[in-house]
């Protein structure tokens, strides 16, 4: 199955419902940043979440940024979601592995870490971007950005997130996102009733596994509730925007003697994207080149 994002409405729009399935893009960012298992599935998760929190805004250059930073041994995740569905991010320290959790699941609370925070930056493509910060919940990153929904954003929101990891690669990765509007909020049975076939989750990637589609996810969620699946279905894809010539770029920042010292001591320069792992070259002879620029640029102002 695609990896993909698909919305729907329930109870006449008063709920609002975002499936998506990242399980190629999950498996790209493990094999890009050499991820370990539990680096796999705290960064899958953290980039399905990324893409369901920037589907509701409007604009199409809007992006969302989620930071996390544990006291755990996985330090850092960072992670740049667009609504044009593309997605990157990586984790500071990809080798880090632990062992099962007690109930025989990936211990990603552990990797992270139960004490520090979560940051999440909305840029809607205009002004000044939007951030909030909240402690973390658990470590476990679904639990952590529900609890941002519901404190920052003041909206009451459960966030499903799961990434299934074999021996091959990842086999199943996604998340389904519920939100409770204020025109349903007052409505106690019907919040009631979806908390109850929430609770019955065993968990998201199980659904996948057993070749459950997102709408048929969302019927057995609200399909008495007059659920409405939007008709576009979106692709996702892991994607960075870095390229040789940004490279350049931000060497050319360095100023000329930064320059010409790595033309003494490296002969060039190397440089790593830290959101995609890809590396990019630079001569001495094109270091030369941005002296050269730089020079020229001084001489003319």
Excluded: W
């Amino acid at each position: 199955m695609a990896d993909q994002l698909i919305r729907a409405t329930a109870a006449d729009g008063g709920i609002r419902v975002v499936g998506v399935i990242t399980t190629r893009l999950a498996n790209e960012a493990r094999e890009r940043h050499q991820l370990s298992y539990v680096a796999t599935a705290a960064l899958g998760r953290t980039m399905s979440a990324g893409l369901l929190l920037v589907s509701s805004m409007k604009r199409a250059e809007s992006r969302v940024n989620v930071r996390i930073k544990g006291d755990g041994p996985l330090g850092g995740i960072l992670v740049d979601a667009g609504l044009d569905g593309t997605v990157r991010g990586y984790v500071d320290n990809p080798s880090v592995e632990l062992p099962p959790s007690a109930i025989g699941k990936l211990d990603v609370g552990r990797a992270v870490g139960h004490d520090g925070y979560l940051y999440v930056v909305r840029d809607v493509g205009y002004g000044y971007p939007y951030s909030s910060t909240v402690e973390l919940v658990s470590g476990e990153i679904g639990d952590d950005l529900t609890h941002y929904l519901v404190s920052s954003e003041q909206t009451p929101s459960v966030l499903i997130l799961g990434v299934f990891v074999g021996a091959d690669g990842v086999e199943a990765s996604g998340g389904l996102l519920l939100q409770v509007l204020p025109k349903a909020a007052e409505d106690e049975e019907l919040v009631q009733t979806l908390e109850s076939r929430i609770s019955t989750l065993s968990g998201f990637t199980p659904l996948l596994k057993a070749n459950k589609t997102l709408p048929q996810i969302f019927d057995n969620l609200v399909g008495d509730m007059g659920l409405q699946i939007l008709p576009k279905t979106q692709l996702v894809r892991f994607h960075c925007p870095c390229s040789y010539d940004r490279m350049l770029s931000a060497l050319k920042m360095l100023g000329q003697d930064e320059l010409q010292d790595m033309i003494e001591k490296d002969d060039g320069a190397e440089a790593t994207c830290h959101f995609c792992a890809e590396v990019y070259q630079a001569s001495s002879a094109e270091l030369a080149k941005l002296i050269e620029d730089l020079r020229l640029e001084k001489a003319e102002s």
